[in-house]
């Protein structure tokens, strides 16, 4: 009976007597572990401060490299006789300003990949979500992408000439061609790798196609959509240079070209820094603007930050 009573003990638990009623239970042990907040050394280089302080570490590494390498004239395979320093570079900034055209010529490039780029945004991502959704679609479109692909953008400068009435339209088309590749690439990788455990609970709850495409298809594909858009812009600046180097007769690129046609270092120097900055704020536009669309993005990756 002894045995019976153990066994209906631990199937079958009894209530608890007066005796268990007054017990305290002694909770185990947990070892103390002591918060250590980071000094202050560990968080200004994980803050905002620690950030700009890299950049100008980097910036000024690149600019003392340069100023050394022209002022003692290093001539390593690398020859830097003729290259400025940068304090002409700068008095050329300052002379150059002193007139509109240099900030004309500005202006018109800024245009002109405003324009393209916005007409590659539209048509990559609105055909690329098209490819990636329906077969049908990437059916009857995509062989043709891929054979005008490979084509380099600044090889169409020459039809391009022939295609449109005007030197202007065809600079933007050139700028439209190399943003518009890399865009709907992206896009359509996007589309195509979206969860499809998503696309079931969307179609479950009752979502329409049109709905489904707003509100499951395009944030889904949106990280790889911002990537398309960040390497487009590069591309973009590049084939831009390239056409108003060749056929233009306005913009940066051109301004380069004409300063290296009058051998004039310090504006060629100029024009390369002009470029490049005007890409770093374009690009940076780009990863500003996607903060601003896919918020969940920054707290998602709050984890992985070091």
């Given at each position: 009976m002894a045995a019976i009573q153990r066994v209906e003990d631990f199937v079958a638990p009894r209530a608890p007597t007066a005796s268990h009623i007054g017990a305290s239970v002694t909770p185990l042990p947990l070892p103390l572990v002591a918060a250590k907040s980071p000094g202050w050394w560990p968080r200004f280089w994980q803050g905002r401060l620690g950030l700009w302080a890299m950049a100008v570490v980097s910036i000024g590494s690149v600019l003392l490299s340069w100023q050394l390498a022209t002022q003692y004239k290093l001539d390593a395979y690398v020859r830097f006789n003729n290259i400025p320093t940068p304090a002409q570079v700068f008095e050329k900034v300052v002379e150059v300003n002193e007139s509109a055209r240099f900030v004309t010529n500005i202006g018109i490039s800024v245009r002109r990949i405003l324009l393209g780029f916005a007409?590659?945004?539209?048509?990559?991502?609105?055909?690329?979500?098209?490819?990636?959704?329906?077969?049908?679609?990437?059916?009857?479109?995509?062989?043709?992408?891929?054979?005008?692909?490979?084509?380099?953008?600044?090889?169409?400068?020459?039809?391009?000439?022939?295609?449109?009435?005007?030197?202007?339209?065809?600079?933007?088309?050139?700028?439209?061609?190399?943003?518009?590749?890399?865009?709907?690439?992206?896009?359509?990788?996007g589309v195509e790798s979206l969860d499809p455990v998503l696309l079931r609970a969307a179609r479950t709850l009752?979502?329409?196609?049109?709905?489904?495409?707003?509100?499951?298809?395009?944030?889904?594909?949106?990280?790889?959509?911002?990537?398309?858009?960040?390497?487009?812009?590069?591309?973009?600046?590049?084939?831009?240079?390239?056409?108003?180097?060749?056929?233009?007769?306005?913009?940066?690129?051109?301004?380069?070209?004409?300063?290296?046609?009058?051998?004039?270092?310090?504006?060629?120097?100029?024009?390369?820094?002009?470029?490049g900055v005007l890409g770093l704020l374009c690009s940076g536009a780009i990863r500003l603007l996607a903060k601003v669309a896919m918020p969940w993005q920054a707290y998602s990756s709050n984890g992985a930050r070091t």
């Open positions: 007409v590659a945004t539209l048509l990559g991502v609105g055909l690329g979500v098209l490819i990636g959704r329906y077969r049908w679609v990437r059916g009857l479109t995509l062989p043709a992408m891929e054979v005008f692909r490979p084509i380099p953008a600044i090889a169409w400068v020459p039809m391009s000439i022939m295609l449109w009435p005007s030197n202007e339209v065809s600079i933007v088309f050139i700028t439209f061609l190399g943003a518009f590749f890399p865009i709907l690439l992206n896009t359509v990788h009752g979502a329409s196609e049109p709905s489904l495409l707003r509100h499951v298809v395009l944030p889904g594909a949106m990280p790889h959509i911002f990537t398309g858009l960040a390497v487009g812009m590069g591309v973009a600046w590049v084939s831009l240079i390239a056409a108003e180097m060749i056929s233009g007769q306005f913009g940066i690129g051109y301004f380069t070209w004409e300063a290296y046609s009058l051998i004039s270092y310090a504006e060629i120097a100029l024009g390369m820094i002009t470029i």
